[in-house]
T-cell receptor
Framework: EDKVVQSPLSLVVHEGDTVTLNCSYE??????LLWYKQEKKAPTFLFML????IEKKSGRLSSILDKKELFSILNITATQTGDSAIYLC????????FGAGTRLTVKP | EAQVTQNPRYLITVTGKKLTVTCSQN?????MSWYRQDPGLGLRQIYY???????DKGDVPEGYKVSRKEKRNFPLILESPSPNQTSLYFC?????????????FGSGTRLTVV
């Protein structure tokens, strides 16, 4: 059975902190791993990762995939209150398998 | 604008009263899917469709029906809703050749069954 596990499930930090969100997976026919940010509405795309060791970066957010150890991390530096959201990890096998999400709260 | 449109956004209904949540996309996507999102459980797939008249069960299909008579529409039907179907529902779509790249999601439907 395909599994995608995110940790922690919930995290509270203060503005300016750096956070690391984790996603581990056990799937057959791995194709890609995606990170989404979900505020009040639909998930919005952040990154897609297919190759090990290549960091994807967008502003203060970055992500990397380790296909040998079967995990990915999402880093957010200098957090802001606008980063408060649920962060979802999804693995594309034939369709998409989602983790439970990490709820990040950034306090002023 | 390329989008997936779900209606309604919010719905409160009573146990046993049939309802339909509509989903429409304007991107000519072959693949469409329904998910429900519950706290601590993430998004779980209910049904998906690879193309017109082709539908299949996801992980949690019990109590739901779908149809795909046209490419753009993929309605979710609850014939006899029960309180355990209270959830946040998302419709999503994608090109079959770009499934690895993720989906376009609708804005969600928050359903409460009392």
């Amino acid at each position: 059975e395909d599994k995608v596990v995110q940790s922690p499930l919930s995290l509270v930090v203060h503005e300016g902190d750096t956070v690391t969100l984790n996603c581990s997976y056990e799937v057959t026919n791995f194709r890609s791993l995606l990170w989404y940010k979900q505020e009040k509405k639909a998930p919005t795309f952040l990154f897609m990762l297919t190759s090990s060791g290549i960091e994807k970066k967008s502003g203060r957010l970055s992500s990397i995939l380790d296909k040998k150890e079967l995990f990915s991390i999402l880093n957010i530096t200098a957090t802001q209150t606008g980063d408060s959201a649920i962060y979802l990890c999804a693995v594309s096998v034939y369709d998409m398998r989602f983790g439970a999400g990490t709820r990040l709260t950034v306090k002023p | 604008e390329a989008q997936v449109t779900q209606n309604p956004r919010y719905l409160i209904t009573v146990t046993g009263k049939k309802l339909t949540v509509t989903c429409s996309q304007n991107m000519n996507h072959e693949y469409m899917s329904w998910y429900r999102q519950d706290p601590g459980l993430g998004l779980r797939q209910i049904y998906y469709s690879m193309n017109v008249e082709v539908t299949d069960k996801g992980d949690v299909p019990e109590g739901y029906k779908v149809s795909r008579k046209e490419k753009r529409n993929f309605p979710l039907i609850l014939e006899s809703p029960s309180p355990n179907q209270t959830s946040l529902y998302f419709c999503a779509s994608s090109n079959l050749t770009r499934l690895n790249y993720g989906y376009t999601f609708g804005s969600g439907t928050r359903l409460t069954v009392v």
